[in-house]
């Protein structure tokens, strides 16, 4: 079901953060965060968050334009894996479904950007450096984090820790 922007369950969402609980307090002002993005690819924590929480994809994509202004939002194909896989997890038939109608609201509402052969490349050169220093970033967090550097944008997650290992990443916390 869509809810239109003006019902309230929608409202009570509009520039509220999407997650709660341990690390959820730090705050980064709207206009900060809107003055430094040209856009930004969700992680999929974000949108977990959101789907478990029963918020509507409009309602989810509403709150993070609250904190980041009229900026693109997107995804990485990898995020798109991640959730299509929690689809496939699901414990029964009626969470599989709410999760698939969810990813696919999603994607119709925002673009996804593919891996291409120069993002793998850089990504390559990024965890092998990384990994030089002791660093090791997880595999999907690597390709949406570099995702985002090569268009210039940054990252909005919950999962703050692995994106911030990746050099010269804007990482938003939502």
Known sequence: ?????????HSRYVGRRLRSGPGSHHQQSPRTAESALIGLILDSS????AERQRLPVEGMLAAIRGIVGSTEI??????????????????DLVRAN?????????????????????????????DAEQQERGICIAFQDLLIGVS???????????NLRHFRMIPGLNVVPL
């Not at 985002?148 to 944008?153: H, I, P, Q, R, V």
């Open 1 to 9: 079901m869509h809810r239109h922007a003006g019902s309230a369950r």
């Open 46 to 49: 974000v949108a977990i968050t």
């Open 74 to 91: 997107a995804l990485s194909v990898l995020s798109v894996m991640e959730l299509e896989h929690g689809i496939w997890r699901a414990k």
């Open 98 to 126: 709410r999760r698939r109608q969810f990813l696919e609201d999603l994607i119709g509402n925002v673009p996804v950007y593919p891996i291409t052969t120069e993002l793998a490349r850089k990504a390559g050169r990024i």
């Open 148 to 158: 985002a550097l090569e268009l210039g944008y940054a990252v909005g997650t919950a």
